[in-house]
Structures are given as C-alpha cells and as structure tokens.
C-alpha cells in the first residue's frame, strides 16, 4: 500500500458506499413518509448495512477473479446480481431476513444518491459532453428501447417457461 490510508482504493470504494447509504436512508425516509408509510432512516439501516456488504463482497469477489489470468474483465454489477440472486432464493439461509429487511427500502430512494453522482460526474465533463452532440442522444435512445425490448423479451420467455401465461 502507498501512500495514505485515506487514498486507499477500498477505504475509498467504502467510504462512498456508507454515504450512499446515508443518503439513501435519508431519501427513503422522505420517500416513504411522502407516500403515507414512513420508515426512518434507523429502520432502513440494517439493510443498508446489508447491501453495502453485499457490494462490498462483490468488489472483493470481482478483484479476485481478476487475478486469474486470462479470466475476462467482468462488471461488478454481474457478481453483485449472482450474490444478490442466492441471497433472495429459497435456497439461502438468509432469504427469509434479506427480503424482510430490504423491502423496507424503496428503489426511488437508491437513485437518489446515483443520480446526484451522475449528475456530479456529467457537470463535472461537461465539456466532453457537450462534443458528444447528437451522438449520445442517438445512443441513449438506443440503449433505453433495446434494455426495454431485452426486458419484455427475457420477460415473456420466462413467463412462458413457468406458465404464468
């Protein structure tokens, strides 16, 4: 390790996880009290804590596979939904806590923090966006209609496969 602990790369990964969580507890705690059903930020905090572990595992999962060779740079999102997957089927142990714990926090409240760092990370390279022009607006669209096709898609394959329809 060089440098300072405070340049760490995990204090600093952790760092902004627990204050994502902050925020999220706070804008849950909004969030839901807005919509009738309030739940304060100490209720909320034991899945936070819960998901910034998980996240955390799936980093340290992530930098473990990097270090095989020839093994492809994958996505810390892709371990984190296999983790997450396992840690909500009926096969985990922990299925029954996980679900009670975390269906106490809303996803608008999650985006909060994510949005205000996109909007942090875009102001902050404005510049570089503004070359882009039309460009990312074409690839934005794009984006957005082929994850809502690939969503109906896996959609309807699943539901024909279970027989829901």
């Known amino acids: 390790m060089t440098g300072n602990w405070y340049e760490n790369k995990w204090f600093i990964r952790i760092k902004i996880l ?3 969580a902050v925020y ?3 804008g849950n705690w909004i969030f839901t009290t807005k919509a009738g059903k309030p739940v304060t930020p100490g209720e909320a905090a034991p899945a936070l804590v819960v998901m910034v572990i998980l996240v955390i595992i799936a980093m340290f999962v992530q930098s473990l596979f990097e270090r095989i060779p020839k ?5 810390t999102a892709l371990y984190l939904t296999l983790i997450n997957t396992y840690m909500g089927c009926d096969i985990s142990p922990f299925q029954d806590w996980i679900v009670t714990n975390i269906s106490k926090v809303e996803l608008m ?3 909060t923090p994510i949005l205000a760092y996109a909007g942090i ?7 570089e966006f503004k070359k882009q022009g039309v460009k990312i607006v074409i690839v934005s669209i794009l984006t ?17 496969a279970t027989g829901g329809i």
């Open 18 to 20: 627990v204050i994502s």
């Open 24 to 26: 999220a507890s706070i």
């Open 71 to 75: 093994w492809p740079k994958l996505p």
């Open 109 to 111: 409240a999650l985006c």
């Open 121 to 127: 990370a875009i102001g902050k390279d404005l510049d």
């Open 144 to 160: 957005f209609i082929g994850t809502f096709v690939g969503s109906a898609v896996i959609a309807e394959v699943v539901l024909k």
